[in-house]
């Protein structure tokens, strides 16, 4: 049971290039959301899915986009990179059910625009 | 919309010592959930304790328990005995009960060293 899975892990990014930072959970979770952690600013949420076929913007989502196809993976894609989308990139997903489970999060992805 | 304020940006306590870490958040509703995550320079992010607003029994796990005061809108972290390994930076988090489904809202984090 690996939980969530990011990739890469680091990646540095010219200014108008694309890319795309993915995640994977083996937990069959039915929510799953990107943040992004920037230094002193706490996390968040640029993204969310509650199931595959479903997103929805969070707070921060300019700049962005993402695809639910399956509901495993939640890819987030840049495609016009700038300085200010220099961050940390979080994946994390949890069940939905009676109550609310806590938040599993992947290791995170450094990305750096130059 | 909720907020989440952490008003201590960086603490530096002695090892064994207690230290309390302060939240206060707010919102307009009555039911919702409330985490406290901790994140070493491993970067990792890991659950460390949470509370459900309608228990008024404070939230305990090992060296960790919290002081909830509903009517305050306040959500302390106090870590006891604390370690050299409780060095990380620690986020308070808040998350209404009707399904959550937008995520969690986080403070902006309390950088806590442990100095031996």
């Known amino acids: 049971n690996a939980g969530v899975t990011q990739t890469p892990k680091f990646r540095i990014l010219k200014i108008g290039q694309s890319m795309t930072l993915q995640c994977t959970q083996d937990m069959n979770h039915n929510y799953m959301y990107w943040y992004r952690q920037d230094p002193g600013m706490g996390l968040k949420l640029i993204y969310y899915?509650?199931?595959?076929?479903i997103t929805d913007k969070g707070e921060v989502p300019n700049g962005y986009n993402v695809s639910r196809s399956t509901t495993e993976d939640f890819p987030l894609r840049l495609e016009l990179a700038a300085p200010s989308q220099t961050s940390v990139y979080f994946c994390a997903s949890r069940l939905w059910g009676s109550g609310i489970s806590p938040l599993h999060f992947g290791n995170g992805t450094r990305l750096t625009v130059t | 919309a909720q907020t989440v304020t952490q008003s201590q940006p960086e603490m530096s306590v002695q090892e064994a010592e207690t230290v309390t870490l302060s939240c206060t958040y707010d919102t307009s509703e009555s039911n919702y959930y409330l985490f406290w995550y901790k994140q070493p320079p491993s970067r990792q992010m890991i659950l460390v304790i949470r509370?459900?607003?309608?228990?008024?029994q404070n939230a305990t796990e090992n060296r960790f328990s919290v002081n909830f005061q509903k009517a305050a809108k306040s959500f302390s972290l106090k870590i006891s005995d604390s370690q050299l390994g409780d060095t990380a930076m620690y986020f308070c988090?808040?998350?209404?009960?009707?399904?959550?489904?937008?995520?969690?809202?986080f403070g902006k984090g309390t950088h806590l060293i442990i100095q031996p």
């Open positions: 509370q459900e607003a309608y228990k008024q």
């Open positions: 899915s509650v199931g595959a076929g």
């Open positions: 988090a808040f998350v209404n009960s009707g399904g959550g489904a937008d995520g969690l809202t």
